[in-house]
Structures are given as structure tokens and as C-alpha cells.
């Protein structure tokens, strides 16, 4: 929301503005949230002496989903970098790369990643039944919620890489 309250009103002075616009409502985004998170921290918080034992716990769960997101930033940047540094290697202007990159990330990739979103979405979900049940070393209930997950999976997976196949001059046309 103040990312589109913010877009509203710079959309009229051009695309710069418009940019930084988005740019600055992303970060007032976040700084809301990570109050909000903050407050209810506090409220939420119990006192008393917190163990080393819990300190390794959260560290152990923190860590490698903090490195995933950072080497998801990092592959993401080299990526944007590379595509439009290679269009020019393969003789189109610099300004033609960017337009080809744009098309690729606005029109194309969205396409694409769109069986992703879903199965990403179903996966989030799912992500708080099996840790409740891996807390409760309940190996049956997170074996069958993964099977679940993975038929999902290679079923959509299927079904859009058929569909892409037999629609993807239909597709690319529209």
C-alpha cells in the first residue's frame, strides 16, 4: 500500500521519480514492518534468562535461511548484470540489451515463474505443519506432508511444461 500511495503520485513526474518513488516506498515498507515485528516482540517477549541452548537453536534455523536469502540477492544482481552484458557481446546496443532485459524480466519471466508462485506459495504454508511436527517428532506426518508436496510439484510441473509446449507461440504472441 505505500509503495502504490507512494507510485500514485510520482507516476505523473516521470519514470526516475517513479522509480525512486517505488524504491522509497519498499524501504518505508519495511522499516513499518520491522517495527511492527519489534512491538510485538516486546509485548510478546518473557523475561528471564535466555539459554545458550536456545541461543544455538535460533542461530542453527536463522543462519542458513539468512545465507539462502543473501546468495538469492547476490545470484539475482550477477544475473541482471550478465543478461544484458552478454546481449551486447552478441551485437545489439547497450540500449537494446536493457529493452530485451526488460521484456525478458516484465513480460517473459513472469510467464514462466508463474507454476513457481504456486507451488512457493503451497510450500510456505505447509512450512508451519511440518515444523510442529518435526518439534513433535512426528517423522509419518512430515514424510506424508513432503509426498503431498512433491506430487503437487511434478503435477503442475507437468501440466504447465505441457502447456508451455503447446502454447508457446500463443503465449509469446499475446
Known sequence: LIVFSFLSRAIKNGIPEACAAASLGIAVGEGVSALFLM???????????????????????????????????????????LIPFMLCSFGLSHSQAMSSLGVIKGMAAPICYFPNILISSVATVILPAVS????????ARIRYSSDCLFRLCFTLGGFFAAFFCSFGKEICML
Do not use: W
Open 39 to 81: 512491538a510485538v516482540y516486546l509485548k510478546n517477549r518473557t523475561y528471564g534468562n535466555f539459554g545458550k541452548s536456545c541461543k544455538r537453536r535460533l542461530l542453527s534455523l536463522s543462519i542458513p535461511a539468512a545465507a539462502g536469502g543473501y546468495f538469492n540477492s547476490v545470484i539475482h544482481t550477477v544475473e541482471n548484470s
Open 132 to 139: 510442529y511436527a518435526s518439534e513433535h517428532g512426528r517423522k
